[in-house]
């Protein structure tokens, strides 16, 4: 069964690293990795980030939807002496009607969110049954819960990588491997539009800032709960949406002329 990893120097692979979620969570785990390797595809963003933090963390540089960026992060890691803690935290986000959203938008949305953490931890998993515990977190979203307009691909792509998450710790279950699923709630970065945060502002949607994010995930990492939602309202209205998602249908409906005034044309 799964053992602890709570007096356990980490030695840790982190993609999208160079978002500012990763970067909050990188310069969070570093002081508690013996090493660290930082994924992303901001070659600049990630040598600053791996100056910043110390000779202890290394730089994979590539696209995660690549073949030769998966054995990239299994060679370095088998290089450091093996690994125990995965964290997949890389994403992409288009805010778009889907009847019109493009086809490789789609198609790069649930590549980068779904199919690739998948891929990448299939390509990890020998070296995380080496270690005597190890964990592999996913970095899901509320928007995995509950599906919202101009968002479904998006949607999908995360709800899909919590399925995967809860299936793939069954599967572990029996193994030193804990398979644990953190969704954060609307954060300020990048990876927002500048329509989605004005429309976040007008429908008084709470953000919060990529260090508060970190901080949770932290906490989350030292825990026991094999999945957590950040904000207690979004928490409630996930728990709303799973038992009378009729009262969401009808809040979501009431939001649709705002959510359309900010969708792209």
């Not at 791996?50 to 960026?69: C, M, R, W, Y």
């Amino acid at each position: 069964m799964y053992a602890d990893l709570a007096d356990t120097r980490l030695r840790a692979v982190l993609t999208g690293a160079s978002g500012g979620i990763g970067k909050a969570i990188a310069r969070q785990l570093a002081p508690h990795a013996e090493w660290l390797i930082l994924v992303g595809r901001n070659v600049e963003a990630l040598s600053a980030l791996k100056k910043e933090l110390g000779p202890h963390v290394h730089v994979v540089a590539g696209d995660l939807t690549e073949q030769s960026t998966l054995l990239a992060i299994e060679d370095r890691a088998h290089q450091l002496g093996g690994m125990n803690l995965l964290v997949n935290n890389a994403g992409a986000s288009d805010f778009h009607a889907f009847e019109t959203q493009g086809v490789d938008e789609i198609r790069k949305l649930l590549n980068t969110n779904l199919l690739s953490p998948m891929l990448l931890t299939r390509q990890l998993l020998p070296l995380l049954r080496r270690a005597p515990a190890a964990q592999i977190i996913n970095i899901g979203s509320i928007f995995g819960y509950v599906g919202y307009p101009g968002f479904a691909a998006y949607c999908a792509s995360k709800s899909g990588l919590r399925g995967f998450t809860q299936a793939l710790r069954r599967e572990l279950s029996d193994t030193a491997i804990n398979v644990r699923h953190f969704a954060p709630r609307a954060t300020s970065t990048a990876i927002n539009s500048a329509p989605v945060e004005a429309m976040n502002r007008e429908l008084k949607n709470a953000q919060d800032t990529p260090e508060h994010v970190a901080s949770q995930f932290m906490q989350f990492l030292r825990g026991s709960a094999w999945e957590t939602k950040l904000g207690a309202k979004e928490s409630f209205f996930v728990l709303v949406n799973h038992l009378l998602p009729k009262m969401p249908d009808k809040a979501i409906f009431s939001q649709l002329p705002v959510i359309r005034k900010y969708l792209p044309r």
